[in-house]
């Protein structure tokens, strides 16, 4: 809209009528720190600025390891209902986009090539406090208090170095590159505008990535906003906002966050529950080289070990088919904990993951209005042990050299994770805590006892009802299983641990702060 060539009077009242649609004043230019939340007929495109190591005048984060400090993880969860009720108004997103972490590697003080987690984990809490309904039987739904978040990778363009190509590239679930060299960033915000579908559209990256976005939306729709050129820090949130005419407002909202710099507490306390391999049996074996036949595999390694876990809760209905790659907001009752439960049980040095890029889409039942295929990113597992990682200011690495994918019997992925995991040196002398997709973990354990021979029974893997395909069963998020390597590489597996976290008692909705 041309402000010039209407009176003035109609100035005044178009003014006047953008106020009231996006919770800010002008077609043009920005209204700083406004409360009013954005209005649900418009296109709101939200940015979230994360910190990292290049832009954090808050002490958000650790330079040690890169990752949130104590401070930046109550920062975030502090940012969720701020997001919710002074910016969304108390209305659901529409969708979420993050940082795919590995276009993002980051040197720290004593840790080199840190993926950036910091975009995903300081928008979590946030999509806990919205909703989602799925199909999850042929005749019924479920509402899961979660959202899913998109991270993988825009095209083959944007796959870093070291990262395993996606068997195939799905649009839903695209996320954000760092640097946005081939354009994928702003074609997925062109598809959003271009669509003309109103909502609330929610986008969590490092400064440079959302201001050159910003700025490559401004000057390709020509909304000659005036857009902040420095980084103002985490507290800050922009919001672009495309009325029906399809002019636009830039809005700024500075939310005025002080938060402690101790670890979170939670509101209510979490209830223990005892080991008791009611769900998994106890298993404990041990392959001794030159014992029953075992041979200790020539590149195996040596003095380590790896406690396994699975990811939060993340499957509520009774027949646990809601799915969405995210975990719900009981989960993270459990993510939170874990720093706490797991204090005095285990002692890593690292801790790992699946990278959260990895995409795939789930059929879903007819004839519900959703689509034949939902996307999903799957970011719970990563999600899951990030917190912990905080709080015992370890390095937070991820899995990308090789896709895992939703078939926990492909035997080629389970022979990966072995490999990856206990050969080739990488891990000697190291003790990591590593959170995984769960109907995968028993296939790989099986993968690593049987790298040693012998003649030793395997671990059972039901692929019929009533266990599901990998043997994990679906309400046991408790169970923790320990590999150990001695330093000759003998081999020891056992399940005797657990978070010792009572999945029953969660509540069903995310905590508050």
């Not at 990030?386 to 690495?397: D, E, R, S």
């Not at 671990?459 to 923790?480: F, S």
């Amino acid at each position: 809209m041309n402000m010039k060539r209407i009176s003035v009077v109609r100035s005044l009242f178009v003014i006047l009528a953008l106020t009231l649609l996006a919770g800010c004043g002008g077609g043009s230019g920005s209204s700083p720190n406004t409360n009013a939340p954005l209005s649900a007929g418009n296109i709101n495109l939200i940015f979230v600025v994360s910190p990292d190591l290049a832009n954090d005048p808050l002490g958000d984060i650790d330079q040690d390891t890169a990752n949130l400090t104590n401070q930046g993880l109550q920062r975030s969860l502090r940012m969720a209902p701020y997001l919710k009720q002074q910016v969304l108004g108390g209305n659901n997103v529409t969708a979420i986009y993050a940082l795919s972490p590995m276009t993002h590697l980051q040197n720290a003080n004593k840790y080199s090539d840190i993926p950036d987690m910091t975009a995903i984990g300081f928008i979590q809490q946030f999509a806990l406090l919205n909703q989602i309904t799925l199909p999850v039987a042929p005749t019924s739904i479920y509402t899961g208090n979660n959202y899913p978040l998109f991270v993988q990778y825009g095209g083959e363009e944007d796959v870093p170095s070291g990262v395993f190509p996606p068997s195939s590239y799905i649009t839903g679930a695209r996320g954000l590159a760092f640097d946005d060299l081939h354009d994928y960033n702003i074609g997925l915000v062109n598809r959003i505008i271009e669509a003309k579908q109103s909502g609330f559209y929610v986008f969590s990256a490092p400064w440079e990535t959302i201001k050159a976005l910003m700025t490559k939306i401004n000057t390709q729709y020509v909304y000659n906003l005036n857009l902040p050129t420095t980084y103002m820090g985490s507290n800050y949130v922009y919001a672009i906002s495309i009325i029906p005419s399809e002019s636009a407002s830039l809005v700024t909202y500075n939310s005025n966050l002080t938060p402690p710099s101790t670890y979170p507490v939670l509101p209510a306390p979490v209830q223990s529950a005892a080991c008791t391999n009611n769900f998994q049996p106890y298993f404990s074996r041990v392959r001794t080289g030159g014992v029953r036949g075992v041979v200790i595999p020539s590149n195996a390694n040596t003095n380590q070990t790896i406690y396994i876990v699975r990811h939060a809760d993340a499957h509520p209905d009774p027949a646990f088919g809601f799915e969405d790659g995210n975990y719900v907001a009981a989960g993270q009752w459990r993510a939170l904990s874990l720093a706490n439960a797991l204090n005095g049980k285990i002692r890593p040095t690292m801790v790992y993951s699946i990278d959260p890029a990895q995409s795939y889409s789930l059929p879903y039942y007819l004839p519900f209005s959703l689509p034949n295929y939902f996307s999903v990113s799957y970011a719970r597992p990563s999600l899951t042990i990030l917190p912990y990682a905080i709080a015992n200011k370890l390095p937070f690495y991820l899995v990308a050299s090789f896709e895992i994918g939703t078939n926990p019997t492909v035997e080629t992925v389970a022979e990966d994770t072995r490999k990856f995991f206990f050969t080739g040196g990488t891990f000697n002398d190291q003790t990591l805590l590593v959170a995984w997709e769960s109907g995968h973990i028993r296939p790989f354990l099986n993968a690593l006892l049987k790298s040693y021979g012998g003649n030793y029974p395997q671990l059972p893997m039901p692929v019929t009802p009533p266990g599901p395909a990998g043997g994990w069963p679906d309400a046991d998020y408790d169970t923790i299983w320990t590999v150990i390597l001695d330093d000759l590489g003998n081999l020891t597996v056992h399940n005797a641990l657990c978070e010792g976290i009572d999945s029953a008692s969660l509540p069903a909705t995310a905590p508050q702060f």
